[in-house]
């Protein structure tokens, strides 16, 4: 289950994980689990008969069967009814399903990789979301973080991105300036790395020359009210900021170890557990 923002790269990680699978070669089907109106669910997921209902001129297979052999990606898992998750649920349990007006009960292989930006947890509390299919879908969790927690990203993205919009519309911009970066830097990008790629594919369409400058970024990016960081730091906020980014990287390449996270920062786990505390450094999420 890939958990994240909107935008923050939940749909091309199913794909990663599809196409670097034994499964690469079968097919990957998408579903987008808040488009489907309620009463066309079950015929999208598990097909209907010829006659199951009137217009169902031919048999259709659904989703499930559609991925037989590769993997199923139910995106927007958050926005399934409760009678839609039931009927879900059963099938994942029993490992089998009848197409909808038809007798046959059906087995399929299909890997099944599920996304949402819901607070599921809070979903759970509310009640609109089962606990039992919570519990089946949440074998392998993938936290995928906001782009604003991982402003490292910002650069790398911004000139993948720059390059890939070069290629499109056969322009010959060569660099970003330093102080156009900056505004990069400090923005807080709610819309995450989608709202990051439009920005920079909206400053290819608009550079006449071949460097885009600060003026040629969305006028969102433009104040430093909108861009939701204090542009001047005290160094003591500055350095705490570097602080937590390098406990998180080193926590990152333990899996969450904190004695071997403050081995490689030279430090104590006493300190780094401070530290980590401190921060509000959410170490579990490293785990796994
Ligand atoms: N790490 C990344 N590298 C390149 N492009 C990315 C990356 N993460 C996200 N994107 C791009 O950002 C956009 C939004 O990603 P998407 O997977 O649709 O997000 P989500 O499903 O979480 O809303 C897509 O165009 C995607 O290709
Ligand atoms: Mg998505």
Redesign the pocket.
Known sequence: MIR??????????AHALHHHSPRAGKPFVRVNCAALPETLVETELFGHERGAFTGAQARRQGKFEQADGGTLFL?EIGELSASTQAKLLRVLQGREFERLGGNETIRVDVRLIT?T?KDLEKALAAGTFREDLYYRLDVFGIF?PPLRERRS?VLL?AE??LAKYVRIHARKIRRISTPAIDMLMAYHWPG???EL?NTIERAVLVTDGDVIHGHHLSPTLQTAEASGTVVSRSLGEAVGVFESNLIQDALKSTRGNRAKAARLLGTTERILSYKVRGYGIDARRFRG
């Open positions: 994240g923002e909107s935008g923050t790269g939940k749909e091309l990680i995106d996304a930006n995928v990203d993205l993948h991105f995450n790395v989608r790629e």
